[in-house]
């Protein structure tokens, strides 16, 4: 139990720093936000803010890299009988529902990737290891190895490119009264599925 309320404590104190840290780069931009600004507009002290944040840049792009973890994650609690594809869609898409919670600090976590676009440059949303596990599940949910059938890997690479195609043009759209994310994301999911270029 006490390490169970440690946990939130520590939880509360990095949510408090990111959200503080957003904010700070949505009005001025990252690089002009130092480190020691942010930590006290986080109220915390400088020393303390290091025992939270590895670096500036993961509490900007720190939501992305965790994206694959949790579609894998999403991955692994559909239910058994469901296809391949329909459970990679919907994954995908409870990841980009949670990614929505919070809608003022969206709005600013949005800013703040737009002014320092050369920022997100430097992360895949999903990565090469959450790639590989999510291959390896669709391969189990289609009951073809994935080094011997290219199906599972290039429907991992098809819905995941669909999905990251949604966020860059959510980023890109200046319109508040805009599709969301969340809906975007769908937009773009069922397209993939129904080709719909054709």
Known sequence: MAESLRDRQKAQIR??????????????????????EIAAAAGIGHSTYFRYVTSKEDLLLGILRRAGAAIVDNLQARPRGESAEEALCQ??????????????ALGNWRAAIRAAPHVLDRVAVIGPFERAQLTKLLGDRMGACPDEDIRPGLLVH????????????????????????????????????????K
């Open 15 to 36: 949510g408090d720093i990111q959200r503080a840290a957003v904010r700070l780069f949505a009005e001025r931009g990252f690089d002009a936000v130092t480190t020691e």
């Open 91 to 104: 994954a995908s898409l409870r990841w980009s529902r949670a990614f929505i919670a919070e809608e003022e």
């Open 158 to 197: 098809t819905v995941l490119a669909a999905a990251e195609f949604a966020l860059l043009r959510w980023l890109d759209n200046d319109d508040p009264r805009g599709p969301t994310l969340h809906q975007l994301t769908e937009q773009a999911l069922e397209g993939a599925r129904n080709q719909c270029w």
